[in-house]
């Protein structure tokens, strides 16, 4: 399984990335997806889930500014960022996995490699 994240750089408060995750073979559409985030010294924490039916789960967080969605055809998943503040600054992970609906948990299977976003102030 690879999964290749992409899309992080340094922005300005309140400015806009588009992560991308391109997977290899049907990673993408046979599971469900995920963006994780991780800051130094602290846990991956969850931020944003589609399954592979297309429903869409956030961290409160994030909620309302981060959009996540898939292209089964491109084997991409994308995470748009809007109105970015500092405390979103940490290196972005992707997952392939399992989202269990009845409970909200989300299992990971599988890791891309991580990409930076800083957010200045």
Not at 5 to 32: E, F, H, K, M, Y
Not at 72 to 97: H, I, R, W
């Amino acid at each position: 399984v690879q999964l290749q994240a992409s899309g992080g750089g340094l922005v300005q408060t309140g400015g806009s990335l588009r992560l991308s995750c391109a997977a290899s073979r049907n990673i993408v559409s046979n599971n469900d997806m995920a963006w994780y985030r991780q800051t130094p010294g602290k846990q991956r924490e969850l931020v944003a889930t589609i399954t592979n039916g297309g429903i869409r789960n956030y961290a409160a967080a994030v909620k309302g500014r981060f959009t996540i969605s898939r292209d089964n055809a491109e084997n991409t998943v994308y995470l748009q960022m809007n109105s970015l503040k500092p405390e979103d600054t940490a290196t972005y992970y992707c997952s392939a996995g399992i989202f269990y609906t009845g409970s909200g948990y989300y299992s990971p299977r599988a890791w891309g490699q991580g990409t930076l976003v800083t957010v200045s102030s």
